[in-house]
């Protein structure tokens, strides 16, 4: 089951020691194991936790929503668009501040069920190129710090609506 986050990061490095649940959040929510396994968590929007793939390959972001519903036009429409919206910001994140050629969105949920978005920015000159990155075996972890300042630009970037943690453990 997922764990209230408790590092809520404001920005600029502060953090606060506090039980943050996103507005909205089922209290009966978890996120798959396997996500957790291969991703950093970065934060949370009001109905949905982002996460980090941990290959630093790739811009390489997963959008959970906050629902049990495994297919997206099955979701109400409030939260397809909420979700669409989410989508966007993440890609035009990606696109400011990584050099991409090409951003990839994807909801496949052949190995995961539980539903989430892939937001993936490209570059012709990475090792997967054309290809999908899925289920590619080169792999380049990331940094703690670097970690950290994904975060950080996010809570920037978003203007409030990202709030920024980790799962307690």
Not at 68 to 89: A, S
């Amino acid at each position: 089951m997922l764990t209230p986050p408790c590092n809520l990061v404001y920005g600029y490095g502060v953090e606060m020691k506090i039980a943050i649940t996103p507005k909205n959040a089922m209290p009966d929510f978890v996120l798959d194991p396997k996500l957790l396994e291969d991703c950093h968590t970065l934060g949370s929007f009001d109905n949905s936790i982002l996460l980090l793939m941990r290959n630093a390959l790739f811009p390489w972001f997963v959008l959970v929503p906050q629902a049990k519903e495994i297919e997206f036009y099955r979701l109400d429409l409030e939260l397809q668009l909420e979700i669409l919206g989410q989508i966007n910001f993440l890609s035009q994140f990606i696109d400011e501040n990584y050099s991409i050629d090409k951003i990839n969105i994807g909801a496949i949920g052949n190995i995961v069920s539980q539903l989430h978005v892939h937001v993936v920015g490209r570059r012709k000159t990475d090792v997967c190129w054309p290809g999908v990155v899925w289920g590619t075996t080169e792999c380049e972890p990331y940094e703690p710090e670097q970690v950290e300042l994904i975060r950080e630009k996010l809570v920037i970037s978003s203007g409030g609506p990202f709030l920024a943690h980790d799962v307690c453990v």
